[in-house]
């Protein structure tokens, strides 16, 4: 048996590139894979552009006249209505995370020798790509409908940098919970989820109105921040420690999930 | 031994939640050949190939696959190797060509590599026309032949079909027969597995019978029908006490029994004085036998005789645990 190792059956059909090479491009060719999918899955594609946009019609025509806020109830609410709509989009990939785990090609995948992380890393990469654009287009509507922020070049930097990396965070997690699911239906329902979490937050009433009890949990929880940060830079509100929390979230989050995602594949298919 | 070896497994055992899968698997498959692994459902034929195919760990034993240990050197295996499940993968949403150039890129070719390839591979499975549809509007036998295509974007040198034909109409199970043909002779190694004793005759040089987890015979599909018998006597009964009469008198010998038809196999060597001297045993009185046909054996009847049951209508209840590992 020891001389097999010596004379391989064949040629190796490509030199053995280094790991971290090989795996980085392995995630670029996994997201082309998943934005070519994504573009192709026209339900879904308009779910997600279209939903964002109508969820601010809802707020900004139905309920905005009713709600307080102190400024012009659009100019309060995009940042909320951007944060919402990329945390729904980015927990879509858990679904796409569970399609490939539940059906054949992970295996195909995995012996091409295709790393997990560039299985996933492609899916979070395509998110990325996928939600940015939509919250163009709620920008977009937005500024149509009367958005008018008062922010400079910088502050729009910082902006799209804080929402990439929300939208990052959120990705990984869903990987993470798309590894977790039998199916993906089951999947399906950690969409709700984070789209629920911004209710409770700042995004579409300040916290103050909200009932005591509820209120901690308001201003605590990861969304917050964000959306404080988001809100602060694009219409030049003073800051406080948001970005620094948004910041800490985020990367936790990322870190966690990141982690846990790696783990989870590991047991998952072995 | 040494260097012929394309895969070389040496008591590969496997268990999922205490059942036992794989109960010592020995196999060995000469380079440049094609091994039909042959067994009913839960025989543990998928859990093979995913060992062999480094996905899946064994609980006890070693193989090698193309010169490389499956489990120490699983990305040189990888490299050499692929498979083809028994679920298409493929993406539905991609065109033809899309997926099959994402292997190729997958698989370490350039980018005008993989175009190319695609190309060809396209060309020579016959579904150019197709190539730039997506995948969703694609027949269950056109996927089937781009999976297989998809297999071989970066010639391997061992390739693993699992149950290939498996769910496929006549048509496009011959089709798939003729890519298998085609592709031997070319110094590659094929590990098919099928529950389909014609196909294993068809394709394979060598068969190897998997059941209950362990190989229960290996060698060419002449040797394996010789070794039960050379031919099969098939004795027709007058009625249905004739036919009790003479499978109490063969008891074991008979290798086939079918009540219905009044009809009772027995193994012979085909000479005449041995059909002679069976039907004066079964039928001294010259009643009890209406009629008789010599066969030759077929694989049905080495899978008859070595595993106690027919081989088409395969144990069901086991069919879970073999499933199983791809979602654990």
Known sequence: ?270 | MGNELAVEAIGLEKAYDRVRVLDGVDLEVARGSVLALLGPNGAGKTTTVRILATLGRPDAGQARVAGFDVVTERRQVRRRISLTGQYAALDELQTGEENLRMMGRLSGLSGAQARRRAGELLEQFDLAEAGRRTVATWSGGMRRRLDLAASLVGQPSVIFLDEPTTGLDLRSRQAVWQVVTGLTGSGVTIFLTTQYLEEADRLADRVAVLDGGRVVADGTSEALKRQVAGQRLDLVLADPPAFEDAAHLLGGRAVQRDPKRLTIGVATDGSAAHVRALLDEVDPTRGAVERFAVHSATLDDVFLALTGRPADRPETDENEHEKEPAGV
Request: hydrophobic share 55%; with cysteine; aromatic share 8%.
């Open chain 1, 1 to 270: 048996m020891s001389e097999l190792t010596a004379s391989p059956t064949a040629a190796p059909r490509l030199s053995l590139r280094p790991r971290p090479l090989a795996a980085l491009a392995g995630a670029v060719t996994m997201s082309g894979r998943s934005l070519r999918m994504a573009r192709r899955n026209v339900d879904v594609l308009l779910t997600s552009l279209l939903l964002p946009v109508l969820i601010m019609l809802l707020f900004v025509y139905l309920f905005g006249g009713a709600i307080e806020t102190g400024t012009r109830y659009v100019t309060y609410v995009v940042p909320g209505v951007v944060l919402l709509s990329a945390g729904f989009g980015a927990a879509t990939t858990a679904v796409r995370v569970t399609t490939d785990m539940t059906g054949g090609i992970i295996d195909r995948f995995r012996s091409l020798d295709v790393a997990g992380a560039s299985v996933l890393a492609g899916h979070v990469a395509a998110s990325v790509v996928r939600n940015l654009a939509s919250t163009v287009l709620v920008f977009g509507v937005a500024f149509l409908i009367g958005f008018r922020p008062s922010a400079g070049p910088l502050d729009w930097l910082a902006a799209a940098g804080i929402l990439v990396l929300f939208i990052l965070a959120i990705s990984w997690l869903s990987a993470a919970f798309g590894l977790l699911a039998r199916s993906p239906e089951a999947a399906g329902g950690f969409s709700f989820l984070v789209m629920f979490l911004p209710y409770p937050s700042s995004a579409f009433v300040p916290i103050d109105t909200m009932p005591s009890w509820l209120q901690g949990f308001a201003a605590n929880q990861p969304v917050t921040p964000v959306i404080e940060t988001l809100r602060g830079l694009l219409l030049g509100l003073p800051l406080g420690s948001s970005p620094w929390k948004a910041v800490a979230w985020c990367l936790s989050i990322l870190v966690a999930s990141v982690a846990v995602s790696g783990v989870l594949f590991r047991r998952r298919t072995t």
